[in-house]
């Protein structure tokens, strides 16, 4: 039998207290559609799917859900009976999501809550005409306590794959697909959002993006600066909430069958492998956020 195996990020769930803000921002700045309002929670789509980003209105702010979609070769059933025999307790449910009828929700041991899901429904809102546009949703960072037995559940549970670290313990990146990576794994003693991030198209669609956040009250925080894990040139901002968001191009891509990255010019060796950096900047930039902070 096929193992379970989740092969995207497809849907961030964020607590609001300022949901209406939190909604300007998405859709003027950043370009997305609203596709769905269901019971004052606001369904946003950058493209196909119903969607990406949903904003929940709280008393708190935060992420409520992450949602991976699987790849369909096992039955949510299966994928539960697996679970269970790894000693991850799940529950399935049914029609509690516009766009997914059948899910199953469990947690991390970092206390992440996740939905799994095998199919979404499409939307004809397609991207947005003004605002940054990114193309994709790409990846998500999060402190996690518990963080070994984190990484741990989504390569032995979910199929993620290992790419590189920062640190023997610091930051630990994983994938699920081709990118270098879907996950950054921060070690911890709390379990919190880290930063999100959003793949554009390249160089200039990210030097116009920072027009348009400048424009809209988004200054940025720190880059463009090219990262050694991963190469992604990046640039970082504060959504309104004080979330952090990373837009970023030219992301390393992984050949699991190879054990290494595509062959880039930028590259500092040759076949690059999965390894320990020591630093955050491939070109010597001062990282002047603390995200500890935030």
């Known amino acids: 039998m096929s193992k379970v195996k989740v092969f995207r990020l497809a849907y961030v769930d964020f607590y609001s207290k300022n949901a209406d803000i939190m909604v300007e921002y998405y859709t003027n700045a950043m370009g997305y559609r609203i596709s ?3 019971d004052g929670i606001t369904y946003l789509s950058n493209a196909l799917d119903h969607h990406n980003i949903v904003i929940t209105p709280s008393d708190k702010k935060g992420i409520r859900r992450y949602g991976y979609q ?4 096992l039955t949510l059933e299966e994928v539960q009976e697996q679970l269970h025999v790894l000693g991850i307790n799940s529950i399935i449910k049914v029609d509690v999501k516009p766009a997914i009828s ?3 929700e469990l947690q991390d041991p970092a206390g992440n809550t996740l939905e799994l899901f095998t199919e979404m429904d499409q939307t004809n809102v397609g991207f947005g005409i003004s605002g940054v546009v990114p193309h994709k949703l790409g990846h998500v960072a999060f402190y996690a306590k518990n963080f070994q037995n984190t990484i741990e559940f989504y390569r032995d549970a979910l199929g993620f794959d290992f790419t590189d670290k920062i640190g023997e313990s ?3 990146f ?3 697909n081709t990118e270098h990576h879907v996950l950054n794994i921060v070690a911890s003693d709390e379990t919190r959002l880290h930063h999100i991030a959003f793949q554009l198209k390249d160089a200039s669609h990210q030097y116009a993006s920072s027009d348009i956040l400048a424009k809209q009250g988004y200054p940025i925080l720190w880059g463009p600066s090219r990262h050694t894990a991963g190469h992604n040139i990046a640039t970082y901002h504060y959504d309104p909430e004080q979330n952090v968001v ?4 030219d992301m390393d891509i992984f050949i699991p069958e190879l054990g290494i990255f595509e062959p880039r010019p930028w590259h500092e060796e040759l076949p690059l492998k999965p390894k ?3 630093s955050l900047s ?3 930039t001062e990282f002047v956020l603390d995200l500890a902070k935030v």
Do not use: H, P, Q, S
């Open 70 to 73: 699987l790849d369909g070769k």
């Open 102 to 104: 059948r899910l199953i």
């Open 170 to 172: 610091f930051a630990n």
């Open 174 to 176: 994983l994938t699920c």
């Open 282 to 284: 491939a070109w010597g």
């Open 36 to 38: 769905e309002e269901v």
């Open 246 to 249: 990373e837009l970023y191009t």
């Open 276 to 278: 320990v950096w020591e």
